[in-house]
């Protein structure tokens, strides 16, 4: 699942374009029970490879519905538990860390889509 997870997100990115959780979870087929939960798992692993790969994180193109256009809470508590962020996980600072984030994503595999070094 984390593959398709990655390529879904790759995807995303290249378009410059967020996904919800429960988008991701329909496009991988995911469900009940626990469909969201299973998810968050997989965004935690992919975060887990990021960093340790020196990437952005891809998981910051998941967001969620409520969050007004922000991951969930946990995205921030295990972006600060691998060293990625500080903060508050409710602040000002979770938001421009997301922004930054995100764009960081989509720059990195808009330029490896095509190779063109563009976004």
Do not use: N, W
């Amino acid at each position: 699942m984390q593959d398709r997870l990655r390529a879904l997100l790759q995807a995303r990115a290249r378009e410059g374009r967020f996904a919800t959780y429960k988008e991701l979870a329909d496009a991988l087929g995911l469900e009940p029970p626990h469909t969201i939960h299973r998810l968050t798992r997989a965004l935690e692993a992919l975060m887990r490879d990021d960093v340790a790969a020196h990437r952005p994180l891809l998981a910051a193109l998941c967001v969620s519905r409520q969050g007004h256009g922000l991951p969930a809470r946990g995205f921030f508590e295990v972006a600060r538990a691998l060293g990625a962020f500080t903060g508050d996980a409710e602040g000002p600072e979770a938001r421009e860390f997301h922004a930054r984030e995100s764009r960081r994503a989509m720059d990195f595999h808009g330029r490896r889509a095509d190779g063109s070094g563009a976004p």
